[in-house]
């Protein structure tokens, strides 16, 4: 039986930053009639991190579920 975890794809740190920072940004956006959510070098950090993150911890690593 497959576990729902198997289909998702693993989260970085990037795609952590990116959950956080994102909605600040459409806030933002909406107020001040800016595009900070589609930011190009906001894509570029967000893989950066992302690979940063992968040479740290591997490319696999135990998500919490998994690791009980």
Known sequence: MK???D???EERLGDHVHA???PIAEKIDAV???DLAHCSA???RR???NKMDEKIRGKV???SS???
């Open 7 to 9: 289909n998702k794809k």
């Open 42 to 44: 906001c894509a570029r």
């Open 32 to 34: 001040a009639g800016t």
């Open 61 to 63: 690593s135990v998500s």
């Open 20 to 22: 956080i920072l994102h």
């Open 66 to 68: 998994q690791a009980e």
């Open 47 to 49: 893989a950066f991190l």
């Open 3 to 5: 576990n729902d975890n």
